[in-house]
């Protein structure tokens, strides 16, 4: 609603003072008007009544004309409707007029009877002596409502009067004020445009000639200001000229200096690499062979030295990652693995390598893995390890007594997909907010002092904080001063298709074991592993409490007694409970931070067996079974992983170190492999004419000719229509130098020191993706109506074997497909190449782990064309392909052979 002008304002201001005041008077005159007609219709119709009466009173009683005559007469009264005389005796009344209307409410006034109706008056009088009768006069209200209609239509007039009077002086003051206002407006408006010329001369008085005269004045200071600005930008020019030409030969310097910089930066990074490679090409055999080493047989003591090694060559490898991790970070090159891990066994290792730290501070571990959590995942656990260990050793290291506890739950189900919250929980001093907020900056940590004792350069904590990151999870801190610490991170991984079958005895499935550990978080993470493996468990929370029991007769003889001691140290009398406990007779496994101590002191008892704490799946299953007289000396594999594949492999291993390709020769014939060694790449060239090969691993790094020379004299040896997938084996960790080998033309790339695990995950990855993929051979070139829809055994095998995690997988494909088909019609449509490829991806991917073999080639076709810049044309066409493949696999799906 717009605002009223000033001229209505005071046109309002001066009307309504008026209007307000004629309401008032005239409202008052018209009020006593009518009080005063009101009264004044009374006495009038009193006096005609009375008057009538006394006229009937002089008449004969009997003289009946004369009365009608009078009656007649009072009708002629104004504003008299009708008059009856009635009789006190039995004669009939006289009327004169039309009937009269029925009362309503009466009133006695001094001279006689007055009666209301709903539009007359009723006035009765006695008539005395000569008639005994009563004379009733009505009398109209019609003419005392036109009086005072008459009354108000005369008090409008006069208020309509005084308006108009009271606007002739509104309007003109009005037009005395508002013209001034409105060119001192206009002239405003041209300053405001910039026209200072403009001259202001309304001819007002007062304050108004006071505002023009500022106006004016105003006017003549914006000039001057104008002109000063003028010059003064003027010189600000002239000085910004300068400034460019000093800033340009400053920028000359800056290129120089940068140039100089990221000539630095290469060298720095080339130093990195060729270090890397220099200290992991050794430390690759170390670790290959220790770990190949572990599977012979050897003595506890051996054992124990072949672990000592291990783990020094391991903490050796982690030292070397940690700078060059820092370093990747800088860069902003750190890359991650895809790998399959088992979490079960990646927190069992972390805490096993961290027991030796752990049992010298006196401190109980435990693990929590909640059965809800999936262990075989795809993801890089030399990643998570890193971040785990780090974690688990800070715990340790700020932790002077109690328990250090790794949880591992499910934050979030996605299908494929899981989010998993791990959590490390100690009983230290915990953390101040003020330490918080900078626990996970470099060089950073929260207490100096333990910096001292322990050691430490504070980049562990910010390491670990991009690695999650950059594993698309989270990490955090929740302590508070004096009540321990708990830090956590999530990790968004994949569950791995090709699931293994978890550790697993069957001669354990319901037996009972007695359970006794005082600590509460080691006996959980016990309970748990028992439970995992069906036993009838009954758990005591100290000794003393099992013992009682034993007194008391409450205690049956168990098939395991499974005892967690306490540190040698902190009980004097631990030797006289351990004998209690092995007079017992029961078959015991006690666990211990000094299981030497402890196995010396059962050396006379056959029955029972002791293993370092912290318990670990793999050892406790095989003590178990050792006490049971199952698998006695025979070390039961938790990697099945290392089982051999299902198909035949030819391969060839291209490496100019002896151990390391000695190595790898042995990892892939344990899988079932067929190897072809080459020292260099001569040999290998030599090799690749005389036979065909399903797999290449090639080392980059090699004298003479290097690996990349040799992958490109090998693509020249190919046959049109034939690819050997080739995966570079090198000890080189930058992310910029992996894209490179990658644009060389190999096809994957594995970094040093490599696993069992990492090779059968490639050869998985690459061979069942080439020759014995569920597409045979040939089925790359046979027509898409040679392939089936759906492949049954394809879908088993992709699914490991288990015929409900195929199931599955189908029918997250299926569900998925509802909006995959049209969004990849609409990005097509829209000629949106990014989200198609985005898309086509995706689904792809998706296939790979159904049996779905045509949808599965169209996807892949059609991927291949968008990443090599195909013509729409033929990209339509395989877009029509893939819409038709993802139809036909729904029709497929939905059709009776389907459902039998």
Request: with cysteine; aromatic share 4%; hydrophobic share 40%.
């Amino acid at each position: 609603m717009s605002t009223p002008s000033l001229r209505s304002r005071l046109m309002y201001m001066a009307i309504l003072p008026s209007l307000l005041a004629a309401l008032v008077v005239g409202g008052y005159a018209l009020v006593n008007h009518v009080l005063e007609l009101r009264d004044t219709n009374a006495q009038r119709q009193q006096l005609i009544t009375d008057s009538f009466a006394a006229r009937l009173e002089s008449l004969p009683d009997n003289h009946r004309a004369g009365q009608e005559r009078l009656l007649r007469g009072i009708l002629e009264e104004p504003n008299v409707r009708a008059a009856v005389l009635t009789f006190a005796d039995d004669r009939p009344p006289i009327h004169a007029g039309p009937r009269l209307r029925p009362a309503t409410r009466q009133q006695t006034t001094v001279t006689g009877l007055r009666t209301l109706t709903d539009s007359s008056w009723q006035l009765s009088r006695q008539i005395q002596p000569g008639v005994a009768a009563t004379l009733t006069v009505e009398f109209s209200r019609d003419g005392q409502y036109i009086a005072i209609l008459e009354g108000g239509i005369t008090l409008v007039l006069i208020m309509l009067a005084v308006i108009l009077l009271a606007m002739i002086p509104a309007m003109r003051f009005s037009r005395q004020l508002t013209k001034p206002l409105g060119e001192l407006g206009a002239a405003v408006r041209r300053i405001r445009d910039g026209d200072l010329d403009t001259h202001i001369q309304t001819g007002a008085t007062g304050e108004l000639g006071e505002l023009e005269t500022a106006l004016r004045q105003m006017v003549l200071a914006l000039d001057d200001a104008q002109t000063e600005l003028q010059q003064n930008v003027d010189q600000a020019t002239q000085d910004l000229r300068e400034t460019l030409e000093t800033i340009e030969i400053q920028n000359i310097e800056l290129d120089m200096a940068r140039k100089e910089a990221l000539k630095a930066s290469q060298i720095k990074s080339e130093f990195l690499a060729n270090m890397s490679h220099e200290i992991r090409t050794p430390l690759n055999g170390i670790l290959g062979f220790t770990k190949l080493l572990e599977k012979s047989s050897m003595s506890p003591r051996q054992q124990d030295y072949l672990n000592t090694i291990h783990k020094s060559a391991k903490s050796l490898l982690a030292i070397i990652n940690d700078i060059l991790d820092f370093s990747k970070i800088e860069a902003g090159k750190l890359s991650l693995e895809h790998t399959p891990l088992n979490l079960h066994d990646l927190i069992e290792d972390v805490q096993t390598m961290l027991a030796p730290m752990a049992q010298e501070r006196g401190l109980e571990q435990a693990a929590i893995i909640y059965s809800d959590v999936p262990v075989n995942l795809l993801g890089d656990a030399q990643r998570i390890r890193q971040v785990l260990t780090n974690l688990v050793s800070n715990a340790i290291k700020f932790t002077e007594k109690g328990s250090v506890v790794v949880r591992a739950m499910l934050e979030e189900d996605r299908g494929a997909e899981a989010i998993i919250k791990l959590t490390v929980t100690d009983t230290g001093n915990g953390l101040s907010p003020e330490d918080q907020k900078s626990l996970f900056q470099a060089f950073t940590q929260a207490d100096q002092s333990a910096q001292r004792h322990e050691g430490g350069t504070g980049l562990g904590l910010a390491i670990s904080k991009r690695l999650v990151e950059g594993m698309g999870g989270e990490i955090g801190i929740e302590s508070t001063p004096g009540s321990g610490s708990t830090f956590w991170f999530t990790l968004r991984t994949e569950r791995d298709p090709k699931q293994r079958p978890a550790l697993f005895s069957q001669e354990l499935t319901g037996r009972t074991v007695t359970l006794v550990e005082t600590d509460e978080y080691g006996r959980l993470g016990l309970y748990h592993m028992l439970s995992h493996w069906q036993m009838s468990i009954r758990e005591y929370h100290d000794l003393n409490a099992m013992m009682d029991a034993v007194d008391r007769g409450e205690l049956t003889r168990s098939d395991f007694l499974v005892v967690g001691l306490p540190a040698v140290a902190n009980e004097p009398n631990l030797r006289q409970i351990v004998d209690n406990l092995a007079a017992l007779g029961q078959p015991m496994l006690a666990l211990s931070n000094n299981p030497e101590t402890v196995s010396r002191w059962l050396e006379d008892y056959p029955h029972c067996q002791v293993q370092g704490k912290p318990a670990t799946r793999q050892r406790l299953l095989n003590a178990m079974l050792a006490i049971h007289g199952e698998n006695t000396g025979q070390i039961l594999l938790d990697d099945r992983h290392c089982e051999p594949l299902d198909y035949p492999v030819n391969v060839m291993v291209v490496d100019d170190h002896p151990g390391n390709l000695k190595l790898a020769k042995v990892f892939l014939e344990e899988l079932g492999a067929t190897v072809t060694a080459c020292d260099g790449g001569e040999a290998a060239l030599k090799a690749f004419r005389d036979e065909s090969f399903d797999l290449v691993f090639m080392d980059i790094q090699m004298p003479g000719m290097d690996g990349k020379t040799t992958t490109a004299r090998l693509r020249e040896q190919e046959t049109a229509g034939s690819h050997t997938p080739i995966v570079a084996l090198t000890a080189h960790a930058l992310e910029s130098e992996r894209r490179e080998l990658l644009d060389s033309g190999l096809d994957d790339y594995l970094s040093k020191p490599i696993s069992e695990n990492q090779l059968r995950h490639t050869l998985e990855k690459w061979v069942l993706k080439t020759t014995h993929d569920d597409l045979a051979p040939t089925a790359e070139a046979a027509p898409d109506e040679n392939r089936p829809v759906f492949d049954a055994q394809l879908a088993h095998r992709r699914a490991g074997g288990r015929e409900e995690l195929a199931g599955e997988m189908l029918e997250m494909l299926l569900t998925s497909l509802n909006t995959d088909r049209p969004a990849i019609s609409a990005a097509f449509d829209s000629e949106d190449d990014d989200a198609l490829l985005e898309k086509v991806h995706k689904l792809h991917g998706a296939t790979r782990y159904c049996g779905t073999p045509r949808l599965e080639a169209a996807a892949k076709a059609l991927e291949e064309a968008l990443k090599t810049g195909s013509d729409r044309e033929h990209t339509g066409t395989l877009v029509s392909d893939l819409c038709d493949e993802i139809v036909a696999l729904e029709h497929y799906c939905q059709s009776p052979e389907m459902a039998d």
